[in-house]
């Protein structure tokens, strides 16, 4: 029975799913442009923090010395940019908001040294698709400024004279107006404001000295305020506080190899005292703030390799190459670049972070331990057992793989005669000559056990002339690592395993 009703609805899907199959392929026909550029806006404003970022850079760009957020609802009602860069003309304002219109980029060529943030034209263009855009605008030498506003890459009016001071205004409302399902999402959303925040430290602690500043609309103090300073240190401190500065440790590198890479890199990365639970990585690459998901992972196995107790740690890196190196056009927000010989680059930064790490680690472990309070007193043995656990100098620094020996052969502790040698003998071990100890001993027995002795010393000494040198360095100076059966051991010297029958040793 239930079989013949799956067979019916079979039936019925397929009849329904035939119905569907036009007979016809589908005409194609050319999209209207208000939609190309909707669709295009809404990939290059993804969330309100994206529109900040686009808005920061233009100011950035502007040259400012100060920019100033403020955000209502996070960023879905209100976002204001205004900074005192060098403004807009006024016979700009016309085509300002419309695609693909910049002040930064003429030939495509020009992409290949572009030191600006924007080169697109596409960030105003695609905010005034989704949200109403207000520009306030004065210039070096005007009386007054100008202010305009735009909806889908025009203008709404001629540009009407108002008072301003220095630099540019801009005011994104209502954003995602017209687009429902992504204004649902995203108020839901609470982290909207902290991600501005967050973006917005980003940029503070590499331009050290811009001032920025974010409110929220209405409120009286600022939730962020940097003031320009020329340390950089200082500037992350302010802004991260004084518990994350206190332990970063300074790092920089550089190559100038054509053949391998060529880049500067300098920056501040978190030591062990540092615990998070995730990593924070704030990314510069010719001044622009990116992500390299390569870079991160190779630092985070750095870290979880060497400070496994704080392995997510706060790292701020710039990393300056040739613009000619930098392909900044590979994603639609900007947000990666690739670079050219990013492999060795990338080696390059981890082999100088795992230095780093291991002697911050070294000095560090020595300096608790001895900070350690005794339960015995003993101010001698405390500093023995530091020494021993954490080792010093050169035993702690990186041995190539291939010169890796398991323990030291030539610390006696190592050797195969420490677990062969039979207790009582010990004290002989010392004695130069084991012709002198055997002949002392003899003295002091019976005629017929000297005998016996001079067979077994005739014995010896044709060992003695036989042996070779070689296998008795192995034996003298290999370690023992242990039993592989009943009969087999296995010793190590220098670099190499060997499997020796101790019954026939
Ligand atoms: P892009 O930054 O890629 O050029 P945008 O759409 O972000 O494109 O900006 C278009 C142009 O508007 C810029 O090239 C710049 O000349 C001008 N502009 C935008 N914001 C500012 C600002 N805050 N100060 C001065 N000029 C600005
Ligand atoms: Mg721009």
Excluded: W
Excluded at 5 to 32: F, N, Q, S, Y
Excluded at 129 to 134: D, E, K, L, M, N
Excluded at 242 to 247: G, N, P
């Amino acid at each position: 029975m239930e079989f013949e009703i799956e067979t019916d609805r079979d039936t019925e899907a397929e009849a329904e799913a035939e119905a569907e199959v036009p007979k016809e392929p589908p005409k194609i026909h050319r999209l209207d442009e208000s939609v190309v550029n909707r669709i295009a806006a809404g990939e290059v404003i993804q969330r309100p923090v994206s529109a900040v970022k686009e808005l920061v850079e233009n100011s950035l760009d502007a040259h400012s010395s100060s920019i100033n957020v403020v955000v209502k609802d996070g960023g879905l009602k209100l976002i204001q940019v205004s900074d005192d860069g060098h403004g807009i003309r006024y016979d700009d304002l016309a085509i300002l908001c419309e695609r693909h219109t910049t002040s930064k980029l003429s030939t495509f060529e020009d992409l290949q040294s572009i030191k600006s943030m924007g080169f697109r034209g596409e960030a105003l263009a695609s905010m005034t698709y989704v949200a109403h855009v207000t520009v306030s605008t004065i210039t070096k030498g005007q009386h007054h400024g100008y202010r305009v506003s735009y909806r889908d890459g025009v203008m709404e009016h001629e540009p009407k004279p108002c008072a301003a001071v220095k630099g540019t205004q801009i005011m994104v409302e209502n954003l995602f107006y017209n687009m429902t399902a992504r204004r649902k999402t995203l108020q839901n959303s609470a982290n909207d404001f902290s991600n501005i925040e967050d973006l917005l430290k980003r940029f503070s602690i590499h331009h050290i000295n811009v001032n920025f500043s974010l409110r929220k609309h209405g409120a009286s103090g600022a939730d962020l305020h940097t003031v320009g300073t020329s340390s950089r240190l200082d500037a992350i401190r302010s802004v991260y506080g004084v518990s994350v500065a206190r332990t970063l440790i300074k790092i920089e590198t550089s190559d100038n190899n054509p053949s391998s890479s060529v880049f500067k890199m300098n920056g501040f990365i978190s030591d062990s005292n540092y615990v998070a639970k995730k990593i924070t990585m704030v990314l510069f690459i010719n001044d622009r703030l990116v992500d390299c998901t390569a870079l991160k992972r190779a630092i985070e196995i750095v870290y979880a390799a060497t400070l496994p107790k704080a392995s997510k740690p706060f790292i701020y890196m710039s990393i300056v190459l040739p613009p000619e190196h930098v392909d900044v056009n590979v994603h639609p927000t900007k947000r990666e670049v690739s670079l050219l010989n990013q492999e060795v680059i990338i080696a390059k930064i981890q082999s100088v972070v795992e230095s780093k790490l291991r002697n911050s680690n070294q000095a560090q472990t020595f300096q608790e331990q001895i900070a350690e309070p005794s339960p015995s007193g003993n101010i001698g043995i405390i500093k023995d057992s530091s020494f021993s656990s954490s080792p010093p100098g050169p035993k702690s620094q990186k041995v190539p793989v291939h010169k890796m020996v398991r323990t030291d052969s030539l610390d006696p502790a190592g050797r195969l005669h420490h677990y062969l040698q039979a207790k009582p003998c010990g004290p002989l071990e010392n004695n130069p000559s084991l012709t002198a100890v055997r002949s002392s001993v003899r003295q002091r027995r019976n005629r017929k056990e000297t005998a016996d002795l001079t067979s077994i010393q005739e014995l010896i000494d044709e060992i003695d002339c036989n042996c070779h040198s070689g296998l008795l360095d192995v034996v003298r100076h290999c370690s023992y690592i242990g039993m592989a059966d009943d009969v087999l051991a296995l010793l190590q010297h220098d670099t190499h395993l060997y499997v020796v029958n101790v019954v026939n040793l």
